[in-house]
């Protein structure tokens, strides 16, 4: 006899074959409830560069990346520099400020302006009503505990002044995949009990110092995909792996240690939550969460096997972490294939992550089909996706080189799944965007359907009941991708990497977004003046160093 949660998800298809989540052909910013919310994200190792200024030691992406690990050798110690261009702004007032008059009149006007730092006046022209972020932990505490990095801690400060003055809201991540890498080195990091402790200590930092502007934090961004990634695969830092599932990992147990990474995160989250809740909560107002990458996950056939499978997937993808938060432990389809290699909780851990979020934050691109792998469960050593039994089909039909299938109505489908299965949670889109070739077109065509066709899914979602309160893009500049470095992108905006002051310039995206989030229709004669195939820089100059 099926399960409650195969059953439901057996209605699900059957009402996504009657025609649920087509898209809404019109609509305007003003069809969202007007307490929803709409901007655009980066993240720090991606976005900032500055990585070895002002006191900020290595994360564990520094090291990665300085060993050659991307297929383009390039790295995060200039990204999009966007630690300098504020520093450059402020210097640049200042040297004026001495060199002009000495009077206080002046002095207001140079604040003024430095508060027009230019990536954020770029989201105010944008009409961004929020910004994601993620904080560097090593730039705020370069020892991964014990003293804060003043500079960093003005960094960010600044940062979170300038977009609230401009009424934009910071949405801020804790753990954006760049742990310190004195702590990795340590204890050897997320697979270390310590972790708990010191991410919560982390936390505490961050709301401390930013928590009176800064209402909503999500502990750790893509708790799957990093669990996965860095210690299955092998592809992310710290890069743990064991044949046969990654390659040229020095150490590392793809069998086991993704189910410890993952509960020892489960943990830190709902230590940080607690302690948020206990101490800052009343008198902050806020709100946290955790966020996942999710697949709307479609069986291959009509077979029952491969229903189940799907079902299995969503367990294996979601389930792994939103069941403990939800309902206080694993589900069983882990449990039993997984067996004593995933940990288990004390009754004690069990009532402190159950319900320890206020909201869940859903990274979602894409959908995939699920086949049934019934074989996989017979090899002694087996890896998460072995353990999950199924295996995921991407369809690319005729696609561009590097981008992604606009499949939008999955947009809707993994809101609908949350809904019924999680008790309708209040839901933040994190992430949602197209990928291109990384000097493509700034007429990027491509981008703008794909996310007129996600977000009007989206607007399906919410007037179909869903509790989903946000949408970021990503990103909103063409930022360091952790997957391969320069070669694709995402951003709103476009980077000339070969311009010594990393010129910004709107791509049609950007155009098409400003105008939809101005009230103006979805569907618009959106058109700028572009160089329709910019050339591509012999080098990327700033990338190697």
């Not at 039993?336 to 909780?345: L, T």
Request: proline fraction near 4%.
């Amino acid at each position: 006899m099926l399960g409650f949660s195969s059953s439901l998800f057996i209605l699900l298809l059957t009402v996504a074959e009657m025609g649920f989540g087509q898209n809404t052909a019109k609509f305007s910013r003003d069809d969202f409830p007007s307490h929803f919310v709409f901007g655009s994200g980066t993240s720090a190792y991606q976005v900032e560069g500055a990585a070895f200024d002002d006191g900020r030691t290595p994360s564990i992406w520094d090291n990665f990346t300085h060993a050659g690990n991307l297929d383009d050798k390039s790295n995060g110690d200039i990204a999009c520099d966007q630690y300098h261009k504020y520093k450059f702004l402020i210097m640049k007032l200042l040297d004026d400020y001495i060199y002009s008059a000495n009077d206080a009149t002046w002095c207001n006007n140079v604040l003024s302006l430095y508060l027009l730092q230019e990536d954020v006046k770029l989201m105010v022209d944008t009409g961004l009503e929020a910004y994601r972020f993620s904080i560097s932990w090593s730039r705020l505490i370069p020892n991964g505990r014990g003293p804060v990095n003043p500079k960093g801690l003005q960094y960010y400060n600044n940062l979170i002044n300038e977009l609230t003055i401009h009424g934009i809201q910071p949405h801020v991540t804790l753990f954006h995949y760049d742990l310190p890498q004195v702590l990795e080195d340590e204890y050897e990091g997320w697979l270390g009990r310590d972790i708990v402790k010191d991410f919560t200590a982390y936390a505490d930092v961050c709301f401390r110092e930013f928590g009176d502007r800064v209402l909503y934090w999500t502990t750790v961004n893509e708790a799957n995909v990093f669990a996965l990634g860095s210690y299955d695969s092998g592809i992310f830092p710290p890069k743990r792996c064991s044949s046969p599932y990654g390659a040229n990992c020095a150490s590392g147990n793809s069998t086991s240690e993704p189910y410890i990474v993952a509960h020892n995160i489960l943990l830190a989250h709902a230590s940080a939550a607690r302690l948020y809740k206990k101490k800052y909560q009343a008198k902050q107002h806020g709100f946290i969460g955790l966020n996942l990458f999710i697949y709307w996950f479609i069986p291959l056939t009509n077979a029952k096997e491969d229903v189940l499978a799907t079902q299995r997937a969503y367990d294996f993808y979601v389930g792994w972490f939103f069941d403990p938060l939800v309902f206080g432990d694993y589900p069983d389809t882990m449990k039993k294939n997984v067996g004593s290699r995933i940990p288990s909780f004390t009754p004690h851990q069990s009532e402190q992550v159950k319900g320890s979020f206020d909201f869940f934050g859903v990274n979602h691109y894409g959908t995939s089909y699920i086949k049934d792998n019934p074989n996989s469960l017979k090899i002694d050593q087996r890896d998460f996706n072995e353990d999950m039994a199924a295996k995921l089909v991407f369809k690319r039909n005729d696609l561009p080189v590097g981008e992604f299938p606009i499949i939008a109505s999955g947009m809707q489908e993994v809101l609908e799944y949350v809904k019924q299965v999680y008790g309708n949670p209040p839901i933040y889109i994190h992430e949602n965007g197209q990928m291109t070739l990384r000097n493509a077109s700034l007429n990027d065509t491509s981008r703008v359907k794909y996310l007129e066709a996600y977000i009007g899914s989206l607007l399906n979602a919410v007037r179909n009941g869903s509790d989903t309160r946000g949408y970021f893009s990503w990103s909103f500049l063409d930022v360091f991708e952790l997957l391969d470095g320069y070669k694709s992108s995402f951003g709103l905006y476009y980077i000339d990497m070969n311009d010594r002051d990393l010129k910004r310039y709107p791509k049609l995206s950007a155009q098409w977004y400003s105008n939809f989030l101005k009230g103006r229709s979805s569907i618009s004669n959106v058109t700028i003046e572009t160089k329709n195939n910019l050339s591509a820089p012999s080098q990327i100059t700033h990338s190697s160093q």
